[in-house]
């Protein structure tokens, strides 16, 4: 599915929805820890020859909004209202993620926030949504940290018929939690280098029941379904008790195969 990229220029009663981080969410819940300053890096020199197809960066940046329910939270956490976070996780443990809230100007979009609760170790989270994430700019996939909580959070601006599929990376390295006003050293390019090592840590949501297995057996990645998503009757990462009637079951074929290799008939099996 295709993705808006592009900022919006006029607001209702709020936040603009293409606002960049540092905004309302931004303010109350810090930006984004130990992210140093600079673009995207280069994607390599023109006429190479590639053994995979090449990465590119993203033509923009994904958009991101703020989310009503992280400033509503960040505002409670800020006026001292200690219950508020462990609120919040019974709620998002109850609902289950990302979030998927409404944008009142903007009934073709949805603000979806992708959460990931931390622990004292937790320096740092990448987010790794499919179609989204930039590989060779991962600081702008980081989520931001709600001061003083293990809330992590980042929130895109998505058609309403999305449907794609993320992973999560925690950085616990150990050491205390970095915040804005301790930032990385260093240039843009060395923090790149960092990061890169995540992406092999990268998980599925473990408060989203709907996962997908990963290819070369990683550990798989969660999907979300945005409310005018397309049917899809094949969902492979539907509950198999809510989906067995409707459920589209393919065949397996068996094939006998002369193999000069192998020197003989083998069998080989299909699955349509």
Same mark, same amino acid.
């Given at each position: 599915?295709?993705?808006?990229?592009?900022?919006? !220029?006029?607001?209702?009663?709020?936040?603009?929805?293409?606002?960049?981080?540092?905004?309302?969410?931004g303010t109350?819940g810090? !930006?984004?820890?130990? %992210?140093?300053?600079?673009g995207?890096?280069?994607?390599?020199e023109?006429?190479?020859?590639?053994?995979? $197809?090449?990465?590119?960066?993203?033509?923009?940046?994904?958009?991101?909004?703020?989310?009503?329910?992280?400033?509503a939270? =960040?505002?409670?956490?800020?006026?001292?209202?200690?219950?508020? /976070?462990?609120?919040?996780?019974?709620?998002?443990?109850g609902?289950?993620? $990302?979030?998927? #809230? $409404?944008?009142?100007?903007?009934?073709?979009?949805? +603000?979806? !926030?992708?959460?990931?609760?931390g622990? #004292?170790?937790?320096?740092? /989270?990448?987010?790794?949504?499919?179609?989204?994430?930039?590989?060779?700019?991962?600081?702008?996939?980081?989520?931001?940290?709600?001061?003083g909580?293990?809330?992590?959070?980042?929130t895109?601006?998505?058609?309403?018929?999305h449907?794609?599929?993320?992973?999560?990376?925690?950085?616990?390295?150990?050491?205390?939690?970095?915040?804005?006003?301790?930032?990385?050293?260093? $240039?843009?390019?060395?923090?790149?280098?960092?990061?890169?090592?995540?992406? +092999?840590?990268?998980?599925?949501d473990?408060?989203?029941?709907?996962?997908?297995?990963?290819?070369?057996?990683?550990?798989?990645?969660?999907?979300?379904?945005?409310?005018?998503?397309?049917?899809?009757?094949?969902?492979?990462?539907?509950?198999? =008790?809510?989906? =067995?009637?409707? %459920?589209?079951?393919?065949?397996?074929?068996?094939?006998?195969?002369?193999?000069? %290799?192998?020197a003989?008939?083998? +069998?080989?099996?299909?699955?349509?």
């Open positions: 599915m295709k993705t808006s990229v592009g900022t919006s !220029t006029g607001a209702v009663g709020g936040t603009l929805p293409g606002a960049a981080a540092g905004t309302a969410t109350a810090g !930006t984004v820890p130990g %992210a140093p300053s600079g995207p890096a280069g994607t390599g023109a006429g190479a020859v590639h053994a995979a $197809p090449p990465r590119t960066s993203r033509p923009a940046p994904a958009e991101t909004v703020d989310s009503p329910r992280i400033v939270l =960040a505002a409670s956490v800020a006026g001292g209202r200690d219950a508020a /976070v462990r609120e919040f996780w019974a709620e998002t443990e609902q289950g993620t $990302p979030l998927v #809230e $409404p944008i009142p100007w903007d009934p073709e979009h949805r +603000a979806v !926030t992708f959460l990931w609760r622990t #004292e170790d937790t320096r740092r /989270v990448l987010l790794l949504v499919n179609g989204l994430v930039d590989r060779s700019h991962l600081v702008g996939s980081l989520m931001r940290r709600i001061h909580t293990d809330v992590w959070h980042l895109y601006r998505l058609r309403s018929d449907r794609g599929s993320y992973a999560i990376a925690p950085d616990t390295g150990g050491g205390r939690i970095r915040t804005a006003a301790a930032p990385e050293d260093g $240039p843009a390019d060395d923090f790149q280098a960092r990061l890169l090592p995540l992406l +092999a840590e990268a998980g599925p473990p408060l989203n029941p709907r996962t997908v297995p990963g290819r070369r057996q990683g550990a798989g990645s969660s999907v979300f379904e945005l409310p005018d998503a397309p049917p899809q009757p094949w969902r492979p990462w539907a509950p198999a =008790a809510a989906t =067995a009637a409707a %459920a589209r079951r393919g065949r397996g074929e068996r094939h006998r195969l002369t193999s000069a %290799a192998h003989g008939r083998r +069998a080989r099996w299909t699955y349509v």
